[in-house]
């Protein structure tokens, strides 16, 4: 009997290791990779001023998103209740090509609207717009008529709408949210901590109280 116990407490044990060892390792290497992947970067879309803010929020959202939509004006909102505390990120990670397949050319738009300083005002159009461009064959004459709405010079946005500059900082953010391993939209990381808030309230919330 002894004998007995002894064995199965030795398979018990080597069984535990086992566990141990295919648990997924969480240590200083895999935390400081993703730390990097976090930290603000100097062509990041930015609102806010991080040495002064007491919360960092950062997106990963994607334009063509139902979700994304819905949490966007209470980004908006939260963003400039708080405009001296909170610093916001937004990172674009198209859904490309399945579920959303406007969504990379909806990014090269608003990438094109920032070289004339109009990424802000066009991501608005473009939540707010949704539906009239998400699902049709070419959206860029969508694009067109809200870069014309906004007075940009429209020769220069159809060029840099569609340039291999503009492609790959889009392609930028996208690998950075594909190396942390994210696979919805939105994604939200606040303080360097992934959150998931149950709507656009609740976020709020998670928001005012590290605000606290």
């Not at 295919?22 to 930290?39: E, F, H, T, V």
């Not at 064959?137 to 809200?146: A, G, L, S």
């Amino acid at each position: 009997v002894l004998k007995i116990v002894g064995i199965i407490g030795g398979l018990a044990i080597v069984a535990g290791l086992l566990f141990a060892y295919m648990q997924p390792k969480i240590d200083a290497g895999n935390n400081a990779k993703r730390s990097a992947l976090l930290a603000v970067r100097p062509e990041d879309h930015l609102i806010g001023d991080t040495t002064k803010a007491k919360a960092l929020l950062i997106e990963y959202s994607d334009m063509q998103c139902p979700a994304c939509k819905a949490y966007s004006t209470a980004v908006t909102e939260i963003v400039a209740a708080h405009k001296d505390t909170l610093a916001f990120v937004y990172r674009h990670f198209p859904l490309y090509p399945t579920p959303h397949k406007n969504s990379i050319v909806a990014a090269q738009a608003t990438e094109a609207a920032q070289k004339q300083d109009k990424f802000w005002a066009l991501l608005d159009i473009m939540f707010q717009k949704q539906n009239e461009w998400e699902f049709v064959d070419d959206p860029k004459t969508f694009f067109i008529d809200y870069a014309i709405s906004l007075k940009l010079n429209i020769e220069q946005f159809k060029t840099d709408m569609v340039s291999d500059t503009t492609q790959q900082r889009v392609m930028l953010d996208r690998k950075n949210a594909a190396d942390l391993d994210l696979h919805s939209t939105p994604t939200f990381f606040l303080n360097g901590k992934q959150i998931t808030p149950n709507g656009p309230d609740a976020l709020k919330q998670l928001i005012e109280d590290a605000l606290k």
